[in-house]
């Protein structure tokens, strides 16, 4: 079956900008999450939905970025005022149900640069 | 901060067994513990998932001893295709996120 997709696959964009990045999960999970990976390290956690509600946003760095699910399905991620220590690839992931007793299924990631 | 402490990297070859060690001293009564594998340019996958003992399924093995202070992962017979970062997590059912560390880079050689 369809599996977790994102888009863009790669997005450049100059320091400034505003972005959007959209997450597709798979039918049916109520839980969808957010995570940032820089070069060489574990993905970081941004913040999870479970419906329609953010239940988790501890690791939004800033009030630059928000995340939306309006409908409890498709999700997207807004960066504002973007600069350059955002530059990295940004994973969706979604579950059945939250918990770490879920497995998580992760997207391809969209790569971001900001120049 | 990672509740988990595993090898930065690891090398081995074509058709050994692969044991790779995760420290989680200060795991908690509700905290599951779970192993993710990721290639390059790829988002994480799920392997295996354990809260005591051992459980098995058709890719690995996870074995928990009853502290459960640690946990092992076993790749048998691993293949070239098995070259990825493995990361441990420990989490609760009560909380979504999951805290990944560094992760552990298997090499696997011919």
């Known amino acids: 079956g369809a599996g977790v997709s994102q888009t863009p696959s790669n997005k450049v964009t100059e320091k400034g900008k505003y972005v959007e990045l959209r997450c597709d999960p798979i039918?049916?999970?109520?839980?969808l999450y957010w995570y940032r990976q820089s070069l060489g390290q574990g993905p970081e956690f941004l913040i999870y939905?479970?419906?329609?509600?953010?239940?988790?946003d501890s690791g939004l760095p800033n009030d630059r970025f928000f995340a939306v699910r309006p409908e409890g399905s498709v999700s997207t991620l807004k960066i504002q005022r973007t600069e350059r220590g955002d530059s990295a690839v940004y994973l969706c992931?979604?579950?059945?149900?939250?918990?770490?007793?879920?497995?998580?299924?992760f997207g391809p990631g969209t790569r971001l640069t900001v120049t | 901060l990672a509740k988990t402490t595993q090898p930065i990297s690891m090398d081995s070859y074509e058709g050994q067994e692969v044991n790779i060690t995760c420290s989680h001293n200060?795991?908690?009564?509700?905290?599951?513990i779970t192993w993710y594998q990721q290639f390059p340019s790829q988002g994480p996958r799920f392997i295996i998932q354990?809260?005591?003992t051992k459980v098995t399924n058709e890719v690995a093995s996870l074995f928990i001893p009853a502290d459960r202070k640690s946990s092992t992962l076993s790749l048998p017979r691993v293949s070239l295709s098995d070259t990825a970062v493995y990361y441990c997590?420990?989490?609760?059912?009560?909380?979504?996120?999951?805290?990944f560390g560094q992760g552990t880079t298997l090499q696997v050689k011919p």
């Open positions: 992931a979604s579950s059945l149900m939250p918990g770490n007793s879920y497995e998580q299924y």
């Open positions: 039918s049916g999970h109520t839980a």
């Open positions: 939905f479970q419906g329609t509600g953010a239940a988790d």
């Open positions: 200060n795991i908690a009564t509700n905290d599951y």
């Open positions: 354990g809260y005591k």
């Open positions: 997590l420990v989490g609760s059912s009560n909380t979504g996120k999951l805290i």
